[in-house]
């Protein structure tokens, strides 16, 4: 790989997506609006297009092509359609980053699960229906219709020290407010990747000879009563779990959500263990 476009470059794991292309030595071309700076100066170029506008994307394109173009911001089949359609004869591969939504029993599942090739297609907006159906309608466009071969790497929640999402956060802040926290089941368990990892194995994926869908994911998961014991351990305090008083909780989950990430480990790639470092994440957090 020599040249890569980034949908998503200037924020969270996608900040890390492109630092590991340039370690690699990839030219790398950001593709945004511009809203938003990024932290690369004169190491990357840049592309001013509005990624779910057709006419757009089709008119920052012309004339150019890269080998693999990375994909955070696609959310729907209609999104997925205006890139397969811009972008045909301009790149050798795609990089999607998909989720763990895709699947309905969110337990251990193998990326067999859930099978965009024989999905029923449905064009949709990612206003139309839910996160999970927009994913899934997402892949099954890429998989479906896409002229150049496509990976959609399933990923659960990410985590790291700039996530912009604050959930995690949510969690130690209430802890050092004393504020109780809500869980409908906290014995249900979650697995997580760092930002990070995020990035650095949709770079590395992108280099594999494999196509389809992949899981990606830490080696381990967690109860969510044994995170919030892991908060109270970092922050020496005692935390509070309700399971009758439904406050704003972001993973209150009613069951499992993990993933299987064996097919990755044996194309050769070494997750993270997610006990490693989850406790230094907190600790950042708490400051």
């Not at 599942?109 to 839910?130: A, G, I, Q, R, W």
């Not at 994913?135 to 959609?152: G, I, L, T, W």
């Not at 959500?257 to 006990?275: C, D, I, P, Q």
Request: proline share 4%; glycine share 6%; with cysteine.
């Amino acid at each position: 790989m020599e040249k890569a476009l980034v949908f998503g470059g200037t924020r969270f794991f996608g900040v890390n997506l492109v630092q590991s292309l340039l370690d690699k030595g990839v030219v790398v071309t950001i593709a945004t609006r511009q809203n938003s700076a990024d932290p690369f100066g004169d190491q990357v170029e840049r592309l001013k297009l509005d990624r779910f506008n057709k006419d757009s994307l089709t008119e920052a394109v012309e004339g150019k092509n890269w080998d693999v173009v990375f994909d955070q911001l696609c959310f729907s089949s209609a999104d997925a359609e205006i890139a397969v359609k811009a972008l045909e004869d301009k790149i050798k591969r795609y990089v999607f980053t998909s989720t763990l939504s895709v699947y309905d029993d969110r337990k251990e599942n193998p990326e067999e699960k859930f099978d965009p090739y024989t999905y029923e297609l449905k064009m949709v907006s990612k206003e139309e229906v839910s996160y999970q159906e927009g994913k899934r309608q997402a892949e099954a466009y890429f998989f479906q219709k896409a002229s150049f071969p496509v990976v959609a790497v399933r990923i659960p929640i990410v985590l790291g020290e700039e996530d912009y999402t604050d959930r995690l956060l949510h969690y130690v802040r209430s802890t050092k407010a004393g504020k109780p926290v809500y869980f409908p089941n906290p014995d249900a368990e979650m697995c997580f990747i760092h930002q990070r990892e995020a990035g650095k194995f949709l770079s590395w994926i992108s280099g594999k000879d494999f196509n389809g869908p992949i899981n990606a994911c830490a080696n381990g998961h967690i109860a969510i009563k044994d995170l919030m014991d892991l908060i109270g351990e970092q922050l020496e305090k005692e935390v509070t779990i309700t399971t009758d008083q439904q406050l704003e909780s972001p993973y209150g989950i009613s069951n499992t959500w993990s993933l299987s990430n064996e097919k990755a480990t044996k194309l050769g790639y070494s997750f993270t263990n997610l006990n490693d470092w989850l406790p230094g994440l907190i600790t950042y957090l708490a400051k």
